[in-house]
T-cell receptor
């Protein structure tokens, strides 16, 4: 079985500062990895995904994440936070051959002016 | 644009009544759809996996007679909350998967259910 750990239920940054949201996973085989964003009272929107190939993946809104197999991590970063980035962020994994994702518990990103 | 449409976005109902929530994939055929319940502390709980033309697979602890799921076509799945109680009040989200296992899920915008 796979699991996902998102360290920190809340992350607070100042506008313009670096954003770092952590995600570690546990899996018997290299999984597919995803980051989703959720704005209030909305569903989840895909930010980026890693399946195979280049381990540094770029997503929408200036976000990127790097798959580090040795660290079983897939941390999400953005060089400069905007107020509009304030939202909930979910990391998810899917084992190859399965449609069913496992989600982390989410991290709330708070951006201060 | 949205590829999964969920309706209604908000619904208020009285205890004892039933509520139906629809989830439609707009531009692809979804052989598999998922229903989630999101609790106030954000965690997403998978309720069931819905496969077109067959019975849904419910997660442990989810009452299948209370949360009826129907996936009658490749573009539509419905969740009916039967005999709703205030504790059923929650945010329900559907998602759909294309036929490739490495494809991300596409989510509906959720339904806020309030049972009075």
């Amino acid at each position: 079985a796979q699991s996902v750990t998102q360290l920190g239920s809340h992350v607070s940054v100042s506008e313009g500062a670096l954003v770092l949201l952590r995600c570690n996973y546990s899996s018997s085989v290299p999984p597919y990895l995803f980051w989703y964003v959720q704005y209030p009272n909305q569903g989840l929107q895909l930010l980026l995904k890693y399946t195979t190939g280049a381990t540094l993946v770029k997503g929408i809104n200036g976000f990127e994440a790097e798959f580090k197999k040795s660290e079983t991590s897939f941390h999400l970063t953005k060089p400069s936070a905007h107020m509009s980035d304030a939202a909930e962020y979910f990391c998810a994994v899917i084992l190859p051959g399965s449609y069913i994702p496992t989600f982390g518990r989410g991290t709330s990103l708070i951006v201060h002016p | 644009g949205a590829v999964v449409s969920q309706h209604p976005s908000r619904v208020i109902c009285k205890s004892g009544t039933s509520v139906k929530i629809e989830c439609r994939s707009l531009d692809f055929q979804a052989t598999t759809m998922f229903w989630y319940r999101q609790f106030p502390k954000k965690s997403l709980m998978l309720m069931a996996t819905s496969n077109e033309g067959s019975k849904a697979t419910y997660e442990q602890g989810v009452e299948k007679d209370k949360f009826l799921i129907n996936h009658a076509s490749l573009t539509l799945s419905t969740l009916t909350v039967t005999s709703a109680h205030p504790e059923d009040s929650s945010f329900y989200i559907c998602s759909a998967a294309r036929d490739r296992v490495d494809s991300p899920l596409h989510f509906g915008n959720g339904t806020r259910l309030t049972v009075t």
